[in-house]
């Protein structure tokens, strides 16, 4: 099956108060043919922001989790490629070029995954779990769907062969402490929901014992050591999202038997 008929990109972006990194992405989407932007309602400046750039459309969508409002975006594309970046995300002029020539050439993919260089401020994050990241940021939307059974961490359906794109996309993915906990414990509340959702439950012995473990294993096995204090921060707050799971879960099934019937 042949997928460069159109080569065309619409590319995607979700945001919420985003005006810190929203400037710096948009301005380097020369590349593509459309540019949309779906905002949950930010409070801070980044509609006024995306509204200066007269190649972006800028639509306001409630968010529920972050896979219905991936599938919202897409509705919107009038194009068969997504490119989907993060706000955080940088492109590479290496990268942007493979991209171009990627497709115009692609006779064999559906989708590509991206290798990430995350970032510590303005310092690479070598290890601490990271190391290994690959994520779908670029499809055919008529070859390739966001599943529905995940509310975070999203899982792209991909009917067709996969391929990994040489040059990694730039994650800003740290800027500082609490800007980063504040996504920790939203990530973390939406994976508690996705599990009550499935009717799975938490267990003293599992909170007690898996965030531990997952900062062990990222911090020891995976190499966070070597990051320094930057892989301690990483590290801990990591696991501190495994806590925040256990915690949400728990409240959340402790909320379901209050309103039960007697």
């Known amino acids: 099956m042949k997928y460069n008929h159109n080569t065309n990109i619409s590319v995607l972006i979700i945001t919420l108060n985003e005006e810190k990194q929203i400037t710096a992405l948009l301005a380097d989407l020369d590349f593509a043919d459309q540019i949309i932007v779906v905002d949950s309602f930010s409070t801070d400046t980044t509609e006024v922001i995306c509204k200066s750039f007269e190649n972006v459309k800028f639509i306001q969508n409630r968010f529920e989790n972050y896979t219905s409002q991936r599938n919202f975006a897409v509705s919107h594309a009038k194009n068969d490629w997504i490119l989907f970046l993060d706000a955080d995300e940088?492109?590479?002029?290496?990268?942007?070029?493979?991209?171009?020539?990627?497709?115009?050439?692609?006779?064999?993919?559906?989708a590509f995954l991206f290798r990430r260089t995350f970032m510590f401020g303005n310092k690479v994050l070598h290890f601490s779990g990271n190391q290994n990241d690959k994520i779908f940021r670029l499809f055919h939307k008529k070859h390739a769907e966001y599943t529905s059974d995940r509310l975070i961490h999203e899982k792209l359906k991909v009917d067709g062969k996969i391929g990994i794109l040489k040059n990694k996309l730039i994650h800003y993915s740290y800027t500082n402490y609490e800007f980063y906990k504040s996504k920790i414990i939203r990530y973390g509340?939406?994976?508690?929901?996705e599990k009550f959702n499935k009717r799975q439950k938490?267990?003293?012995?599992?909170?007690?014992?898996?965030?531990?473990?997952?900062?062990?294993?990222?911090f020891i096995i995976r190499l966070g050591f070597l990051d320094g204090k930057k892989g301690v921060i990483?590290?801990?707050?990591?696991?501190?999202?495994?806590?925040?799971?256990y915690?949400?879960?728990?409240?959340?099934?402790?909320?379901?038997?209050?309103?039960s019937p007697k």
């Open 202 to 218: 938490g267990f003293y012995l599992l909170h007690l014992l898996h965030p531990t473990y997952n900062f062990l294993y990222n």
């Open 234 to 245: 990483i590290c801990y707050l990591n696991a501190y999202c495994v806590h925040i799971r």
């Open 90 to 110: 940088r492109l590479t002029s290496e990268l942007k070029n493979e991209i171009l020539v990627t497709l115009k050439n692609n006779e064999t993919y559906a």
């Open 247 to 259: 915690k949400e879960l728990e409240q959340l099934w402790n909320k379901k038997q209050s309103l």
């Open 189 to 193: 509340k939406l994976k508690a929901q």
